[in-house]
């Protein structure tokens, strides 16, 4: 199994709503990421969890929370987000040697 | 110097050419190497992780260099379906450190 799962797919959200995006793999991999990418650029790293901790922060917005409850799920929390926030959302998963993402979560907000 | 950097493209060839990727990175303790491929809209997916010994797959050869830190992907007889955007790839260096993206090349393939 190669596959990180990522849900939702699609999401439109309002300002003040508040939402999860989840994320899941079960290859055994240590390293979980969230990135955001915009309409033609390339995937912009937000976190990075490693053994279950955060060990990068892209000096993201507090309205974006990271959460790791366990080894195969990562989840990102959002609240009160901006429409510039809109974007798709991409998790990945990686060993030393591999690394593979999901299909994303792309959300409107409005 | 940026962490990766990568041609800026973009490519515009005809089918059944051969194509070069370029792409270098800053941190000499890297230790892991991937192109990516990203299709308009769709996540990136894992094309080839690149070896030390070079490997090819199909049309498709990936190179590195770590005495300069440069890892080069080269496609032969280009078909429209390779029209994309082309991802390098590079892990930190440390076991967890992130994935860190160059801007990717985008390519042409016409007919």
């Known amino acids: 199994d190669t596959e990180v799962t990522q849900t939702p797919k699609h999401l439109v959200m309002g300002m003040t709503n508040k939402k999860s995006l989840k994320c899941e793999q079960h290859?055994?991999?240590?390293?979980m990421y969230w990135y955001k990418q915009k309409a033609k650029k390339p995937p912009e790293l937000m976190f990075v969890?490693?053994?279950?901790?955060?060990?990068i922060n892209e000096s993201v917005p507090s309205r974006f929370s990271p959460e790791c409850p366990n080894s195969s799920l990562l989840n990102l929390h959002l609240h009160a987000l901006q429409p510039e926030d809109s974007a798709l959302y991409l998790c990945?998963?990686?060993?030393?040697?591999?690394?593979?993402f999901g299909q994303g979560t792309r959300l409107t907000v409005v | 110097r940026k962490e990766v950097e990568q041609d800026p493209g973009p490519f515009n060839v005809p089918e059944g050419a051969t194509v070069a990727f370029n792409c270098t990175y800053s941190?000499?303790?890297?230790?892991?190497f991937f192109w990516y491929r990203q299709d308009c809209r769709k996540e990136p997916k894992l094309l080839m992780s690149?070896?030390?010994s070079g490997n090819e797959d199909g049309r498709f050869t990936a190179q590195l260099n770590r005495a300069s830190q440069y890892i080069s992907l080269l496609i032969r007889d280009s078909k429209l379906s390779d029209s994309a955007t082309y991802l390098c790839?590079?892990?930190?260096?440390?076991?967890?450190?992130?994935?860190?993206f160059g801007k990717g090349t985008t390519l042409s393939v016409s007919s």
């Open positions: 990945a998963s990686s060993s030393n040697t591999e690394a593979f």
């Open positions: 290859m055994g991999h240590r390293a």
């Open positions: 969890y490693s053994y279950e901790k955060l060990s």
């Open positions: 941190n000499s303790a890297s230790q892991s």
């Open positions: 690149v070896y030390s």
């Open positions: 790839v590079v892990n930190g260096g440390r076991a967890g450190t992130a994935l860190i």
